[in-house]
């Protein structure tokens, strides 16, 4: 049964915009952590020369992500996949993007770690990592609001947060990636695009 999420619907046309600008012209997008799959199909839909393969670990997902699938009816929208970044190797043969939208912050560190080194493993050299979400910046919230919103993570689990642009750039080195562009977005969000170096 699919589902929907009010923030998805809020957030999926100023994604979309930095998506027509930063995702390659055709090629596969592996979504990580596609959630409702209301942004695969949303993505596909306006961006049809790329192929989308979302993706999930929650069996629940899942089923919602299929609804999404099996409604839009789009060749270049796939069925999900069943996929942990924590676990190796991930169910994909290639990819010419990777996108993650609002994991990073509910998830334990070790996730950023494993979706950087995950992902250095399937892109070539020059293809874009995209995450999106709340960031810190030099240890700093951007806003209240964040501020907040990291205090109620960490008290629902201590291993979850708002993430540190610059931890994340570090771990980018680490991985073989480097921060090419930084979009700020609504509701004091971000979409930064990490680069594959060669």
Not at 3 to 26: F, G, S
Not at 169 to 194: C, H, I, Y
Request: hydrophobic share 40%.
């Amino acid at each position: 049964m699919k589902r929907i999420a009010p923030a998805a619907e809020r957030n999926r046309q100023p994604i979309l915009e930095v998506l027509a600008q930063v995702l390659p012209d055709t090629g596969t997008v592996l979504e990580i952590a596609s959630g409702t799959g209301m942004h695969a199909a949303y993505f596909a839909e306006y961006l049809p020369r790329l192929r989308w393969q979302p993706s999930d670990p929650s069996p629940e997902a899942i089923e919602s992500i299929t609804g999404w699938v099996s409604e839009a009816k789009r060749d270049n929208l796939y069925a999900p996949l069943s996929l942990d970044v924590r676990s190796r190797p991930w169910p994909v043969s290639g990819a010419e993007a990777v996108l993650c939208i609002n994991m990073l912050h509910i998830a334990p560190w070790e996730a950023a770690v494993a979706l950087f080194e995950g992902s250095s493993n399937l892109l070539g050299s020059g293809t874009p990592l995209v995450t999106y979400g709340p960031y810190r910046m030099h240890g700093k919230h951007t806003a209240p609001s964040n501020e907040a919103f990291d205090l109620s993570l960490r008290s629902r689990n201590p291993s979850w947060g708002v993430r540190d642009l610059e931890e994340l750039s570090d771990l980018a080195r680490q991985t073989g990636f480097r921060l090419d562009k930084r979009f700020e977005m609504p509701a004091n969000n971000m979409t930064l695009v990490w680069l594959r170096e060669a």
